[in-house]
């Protein structure tokens, strides 16, 4: 059972507009979100991230929003740039354990 | 500052042989993760290592998966024997302590014909 969905599998956008990347849990004790990008034949690499008493972060052009009711997470990309073209995974944890719950991934692609 | 460092990064060989994959953690980071990445499961936790000592392995999918932590600077996760199912791209991430963020190697690229 997948605790953490990122239900769409890609998502093509035209440089310079907004990029939104959503993410859905389904385990309430989720405390602590991080986004990560990857790009072909590298690892993963930490984005941003959101402890649940906060309802956004932001640093610089990323902004991560968070929906608890809704168990719902979303990734602003804003402008979208070509070097923006990744996978993009959501993660999850309970803010004292070391363990990720990962998505399957969004691959964006930023169209000239 | 070097990042985390993997080798091989690419692995191919034939079903039975062994096969030994190699982490480089960050210097002062002294939590270690095994991953692996496949298509139909996407990325999965396989070891967490934390001060060079197994504390989780649960995600070894079976006896063929041993993995090691001899000292800080080191870990090795190895397969006897591979077979064609152990295909995926295995990630060797390391972080400051078990919670922290984790960095991710460029992960190793294995083939089991």
């Known amino acids: 059972d997948q605790q953490v969905k990122q239900n769409s599998p890609s998502l093509s956008v035209q440089e310079g507009r907004i990029s939104i990347l959503n993410c859905d849990y389904t385990n309430s004790m989720f405390d602590y979100f991080l986004w990560y990008k990857k790009y072909p034949a590298e690892g993963p690499t930490f984005l941003i991230s959101?402890?649940?008493i906060k309802d956004k972060n932001e640093d610089g052009r990323f902004t991560v929003f968070l929906n608890k009711s809704a168990k719902h997470l979303s990734l602003h990309i804003v402008p979208s740039q070509p070097g923006d073209s990744a996978v993009y995974f959501c993660a999850a944890s309970y803010y004292s354990n070391y363990q990720l719950i990962w998505g399957a991934g969004t691959k964006l692609i930023i169209k000239p | 500052d070097a990042g985390v460092i993997q080798s091989p990064r690419h692995e191919v060989t034939e079903m039975g042989q062994e096969v030994t994959l190699r982490c480089k953690p960050i210097s002062g980071h002294n939590s270690l993760f095994w991953y692996r990445q496949t298509m139909m499961r996407g990325l999965e936790l396989l070891i967490y290592f934390n001060n060079n000592v197994p504390i989780d392995d649960s995600g070894m999918p079976e006896d063929r998966f041993s993995a090691k932590m001899p000292n800080a600077s080191f870990s090795t996760l190895k397969i006897q024997p591979s077979e064609p199912r152990d295909s995926a791209v295995y990630f060797c991430?390391?972080?400051?302590?078990?919670?922290?963020?984790?960095?991710f190697g460029p992960g190793t690229r294995l083939t089991v014909l």
């Open positions: 991430a390391t972080s400051r302590g078990g919670t922290d963020t984790q960095y």
């Open positions: 959101i402890s649940s």
